[in-house]
């Protein structure tokens, strides 16, 4: 007798982003130019002229970061991305985006280039 198919909400290991988060997140990043985005996973990696710079994922934006720009992100409070929540440090050099700097397109913008300057190194 054949299985049946059942459909399967995200667990909490999941990384699916919602379509109108990357749109939103896209649409912020205009500024930019040309940000490509590239399934990954589960979420998404977000790229300008081939430099990995970002991660959607559980619709949050991170960043990545090193000692240049990871303060801003600690004094925001922000935490790093931890995909695996069982494994813990990994990926802890991308953090989260504050929401007041992703609604702005001009601070998101900024915030990007910094992150982009650090994954070119």
Request: aromatic residues 4%.
């Given at each position: 007798m054949p299985r049946s198919k059942k459909s399967r909400?995200?667990?909490?290991?999941?990384?699916?982003?919602s379509a109108g988060f990357k749109s939103f997140v896209l649409d912020q990043l205009e500024e930019l130019g040309d940000v490509t985005a590239k399934s990954m996973f589960g979420g998404v990696g977000l790229y300008r002229d081939g430099v990995f710079f970002g991660i959607l994922a559980r619709d949050a934006l991170f960043f990545k970061t090193d000692d240049r720009n990871r303060p801003d992100y600690v004094r925001a409070g922000m935490k790093s991305f931890k995909?695996?929540?069982d494994k813990p440090g990994r990926s802890a050099t991308y953090y989260a985006v504050p929401l007041d700097v992703m609604e702005s397109p001009t601070d998101l913008a900024a915030w990007a280039r910094?992150?982009?300057?650090?994954?070119?190194?």
């Open positions: 909400a995200p667990g909490p290991r999941s990384l699916r982003v995909p695996y929540l910094k992150a982009i300057a650090v994954a070119k190194k």
